[in-house]
């Protein structure tokens, strides 16, 4: 799949067309990128008191929470749209510092597949 470049680029990090989390980058290739959230994409942006692993997680679907360290902006939710394991998440990325509701603006025009696919809005909620 060819790469669209965009002026602000939001890389995915999430299933997309097969099982199990990758990175992304629009419109769905496969990218090995280094960012600072490495350590902690898969699950470990969001909070989750006590580290509860149930078969549904300790938050609803929908909710999310914004990151940021060394440039970079992460908005993660707890998604099981493409993966139904407990734990399982998804996150939009960009290489600057914005607020968590620019970051979501530009992924709903870079990854329209993905808010088709969830079937719930993502909303801003207080997670802690």
């Not at 603006?105 to 809005?121: D, M």
Request: hydrophobic fraction near 35%; proline fraction near 7%.
């Amino acid at each position: 799949m060819k790469a669209i470049y965009y002026r602000r680029n939001v890389y995915f990090f999430g299933c997309l067309d097969r099982s199990g989390h990758f990175l992304y980058e629009p419109p769905g290739r496969a990218v090995d990128l280094r960012h600072p959230f490495e350590h902690c994409i898969d699950s470990g942006l969001i909070p989750n008191p006590g580290g509860v692993r149930t078969q549904r997680d300790s938050r609803p679907d929908g909710q999310y929470h914004v990151a940021f360290t060394r440039d970079w902006t992460a908005v993660a939710f707890w998604d099981r749209s493409g993966d139904c394991r407990p734990m399982s998440n998804s996150v939009f990325l960009i290489n600057e510092e914005v607020k968590g509701e620019e970051l979501l603006a530009l992924a709903r025009i870079q990854w329209p597949q993905i808010f088709r696919r969830v079937g719930f809005p993502i909303l801003r909620k207080a997670i802690s």
